[in-house]
């Protein structure tokens, strides 16, 4: 069997987009409720999380797409022929 055949299928970019997003969703809430708690004040924990949600789900989309580009199962095949 080809290698290419065993290889799994890639995700899409709009795949990769909507995970990060709705991580974001998940992650965010978490984070303006710990702002919250810490600060007491649901201002500063709004903006805390606004930033958070802006910055990380470009971070978190970049990471995805970089996984897409490490080969899969190489490394399971390497160490099972030693």
């Not at 709705?22 to 805390?48: H, P, Q, Y």
């Amino acid at each position: 069997m080809s290698e290419q055949a065993n290889q799994p299928e890639r995700e899409s970019h709009l795949r990769s987009v909507l995970k990060a997003f709705s991580w974001r969703i998940v992650a965010t809430t978490t984070t303006a409720t710990i702002a919250w708690v810490v600060t007491g004040d649901v201002g500063t924990a709004l903006v805390i999380g606004g930033f958070e949600f802006v910055i990380k789900i470009f971070v978190y989309y970049v990471h995805e797409r970089a996984w897409q580009m490490v080969p899969r199962g190489r490394f399971r095949r390497r160490v099972a022929s030693s």
